[in-house]
């Protein structure tokens, strides 16, 4: 493996999305994430959209760049070799509630005390501790609770949209939070690290909180529109487009230039930031209604002359062949014995230590006997563990 996370090694006990997108990220980066699987594989697995025996998209885009071990740690052998992977491992990566931590034999105090180089790194969504650490959540109960969603649906026709968002900050979190323990690691050793996607939906809407405690305000969905002058239209075409004018007059006269309505600049509504802020609405329809007179694409090339913030809106088939997207964030993957996939590249550029393109998810248990033959266990636990994993091999 190549990149600055070359040589971690990162045990991830991870179901669904929080914690499998943390150990994704670290793998990207170079880690070698080694994903404990159930024999019956994780439920992600299966989802009902795509073909592929062994993973769905979602599955894959989670889980790429993994090695996956099947372990039954319901069975005394199955933990002996959970452990033999802890003793050489840096990280341990996790989403499970705390009983089912302990019940493995994996409490935070015994971990420490067995490991105590070891990072341990838990989502979990309202904490660890206090009256709702064992309560079962997923993102949408988070996104609910946190406020998160207030600032993304339409009051009058509540309907949760998009991605997972509280999942992918949570996983972004803990991926940071890893490395910053390991940044630390030399001066206090190992730590457990507890990652609530409850803080993690807070932070990412941080701006609406203060807002509230400061000046009283309730942010909605729409006040970025007006605090940023973000207009979303539909040209001649049918197609759309968003642009930005905010953030300097310079834009706005451009803008007023272009689409020739100089006379927007004397306008008393619209003559400066603060006014267009009061009258946005009125601003939007009149933004909306000169952007119709003209096919997107002219649009388009008119504001990039002037360099005014401006983009089409994309739907997923659109990016995948847009040059400024595909090109340059997509990357075929191999799959072994398959078609390859077609997948966003790992984020970030290393001088020094280069990444490399994504390795594929892997099949359930695919690395299960090259793995568990390497660890430090008693003969018969291991073959037991083998044979566990031959008898009950899945796919979909």
Same mark, same amino acid.
């Given at each position: 493996?190549?990149?600055?996370? /070359?040589?971690? !090694?990162?045990?991830?006990?991870?179901?669904?999305?929080?914690?499998?997108? /943390?150990? @994704?990220?670290?793998?990207?980066?170079?880690?070698? !994430?080694?994903?404990?699987?159930?024999?019956?594989?994780?439920?992600?697995?299966?989802? %009902?959209?795509?073909?592929?025996?062994?993973?769905?998209?979602?599955?894959?885009?989670?889980?790429?760049?993994?090695?996956?071990?099947?372990?039954?740690?319901?069975?005394?052998?199955?933990?002996? =070799?959970?452990?033999?992977?802890?003793?050489?491992?840096?990280?341990?990566? #996790?989403?499970?509630? %705390?009983?089912?931590?302990?019940?493995?034999?994996?409490?935070?105090?015994?971990? $420490?005390?067995?490991?105590? #180089?070891?990072?341990? &790194?838990?989502?979990?969504?309202?904490?660890?501790?206090?009256?709702?650490?064992?309560?079962?959540?997923?993102?949408?109960?988070?996104?609910?609770?946190?406020?998160?969603?207030?600032?993304?649906?339409?009051?009058?026709?509540?309907?949760?949209?998009?991605?997972?968002?509280?999942?992918?900050?949570?996983?972004?979190?803990?991926?940071?939070?890893?490395?910053?323990?390991?940044?630390? $690691?030399? @001066?206090?050793?190992?730590?457990?690290?507890?990652?609530?996607?409850?803080? /993690? =939906?807070? &932070?990412?809407?941080?701006?609406?909180?203060?807002?509230?405690?400061?000046?009283?305000?309730?942010?909605?969905?729409?006040?970025? *529109?007006? +605090?940023?002058?973000?207009?979303?239209?539909?040209?001649?075409?049918? $197609?759309?487009?968003?642009? #930005?004018?905010?953030?300097?007059?310079?834009?706005?006269?451009?803008?007023?230039? !272009?689409?020739?309505?100089? *006379?927007?600049?004397?306008?008393?509504?619209?003559?400066?930031?603060?006014? +267009?802020?009061? #009258?946005?609405?009125?601003?939007?329809?009149?933004?909306?209604?000169?952007?119709?007179?003209?096919?997107?694409?002219?649009?388009?090339?008119?504001?990039?002359? $002037?360099?005014?913030?401006?983009?089409?809106?994309?739907?997923?088939?659109?990016?995948?062949?847009?040059?400024?997207?595909?090109?340059?964030?997509?990357?075929?993957? %191999?799959?072994?014995?398959?078609?390859?996939?077609?997948?966003?590249?790992?984020?970030?550029?290393?001088?020094?230590?280069?990444?490399?393109?994504?390795?594929?998810?892997?099949?359930?248990?695919?690395?299960?006997?090259?793995? !568990?033959?390497?660890?430090?266990? =008693?003969?018969?636990?291991?073959?037991?563990?083998?044979?566990?994993?031959?008898?009950?091999?899945?796919?979909?």
């Amino acid at each position: 493996m190549t990149g600055p996370l /070359a040589r971690l !090694v990162v045990i991830e006990l991870g179901r669904y999305v929080a914690a499998p997108f /943390a150990g @994704r990220l670290l793998a990207d980066w170079g880690a070698n !994430v080694i994903k404990v699987e159930a024999p019956e594989g994780d439920p992600m697995r299966w989802g %009902p959209l795509g073909d592929r025996p062994a993973w769905s998209p979602q599955f894959a885009s989670w889980n790429r760049g993994k090695r996956s071990v099947t372990l039954d740690l319901k069975t005394s052998d199955g933990r002996a =070799a959970l452990g033999a992977l802890l003793d050489g491992a840096d990280v341990l990566l #996790h989403n499970l509630r %705390p009983a089912a931590l302990a019940g493995l034999g994996l409490a935070p105090g015994r971990l $420490r005390a067995d490991r105590p #180089h070891l990072v341990v &790194c838990g989502v979990s969504g309202f904490g660890d501790a206090g009256p709702h650490a064992s309560r079962r959540t997923f993102d949408s109960v988070v996104s609910g609770i946190s406020g998160l969603y207030s600032q993304l649906l339409d009051p009058a026709s509540p309907r949760p949209t998009g991605p997972a968002f509280t999942d992918l900050l949570a996983g972004m979190f803990a991926a940071q939070a890893v490395l910053a323990a390991l940044h630390a $690691r030399d @001066r206090v050793g190992g730590q457990v690290i507890d990652i609530p996607m409850l803080a /993690a =939906a807070a &932070c990412a809407i941080d701006d609406a909180f203060t807002t509230y405690t400061e000046a009283g305000i309730e942010l909605t969905p729409d006040a970025r *529109q007006a +605090r940023q002058q973000i207009f979303a239209a539909t040209a001649a075409d049918g $197609r759309h487009l968003v642009v #930005h004018l905010a953030g300097d007059e310079s834009i706005w006269r451009e803008f007023a230039a !272009v689409v020739d309505r100089p *006379q927007w600049l004397d306008d008393p509504r619209f003559r400066d930031y603060r006014s +267009r802020l009061t #009258h946005v609405d009125a601003l939007a329809e009149q933004v909306r209604a000169v952007l119709r007179t003209r096919p997107r694409a002219e649009w388009l090339a008119l504001l990039h002359v $002037r360099d005014i913030p401006s983009a089409p809106i994309n739907a997923i088939a659109d990016a995948v062949v847009d040059a400024d997207v595909g090109g340059a964030v997509l990357v075929d993957v %191999p799959v072994p014995g398959e078609a390859p996939m077609r997948m966003t590249r790992p984020v970030g550029r290393f001088g020094g230590s280069p990444v490399s393109d994504p390795a594929g998810p892997p099949a359930p248990g695919e690395h299960t006997r090259s793995i !568990v033959a390497g660890l430090d266990m =008693a003969p018969e636990a291991r073959a037991a563990v083998l044979t566990t994993w031959a008898g009950r091999r899945i796919s979909r």
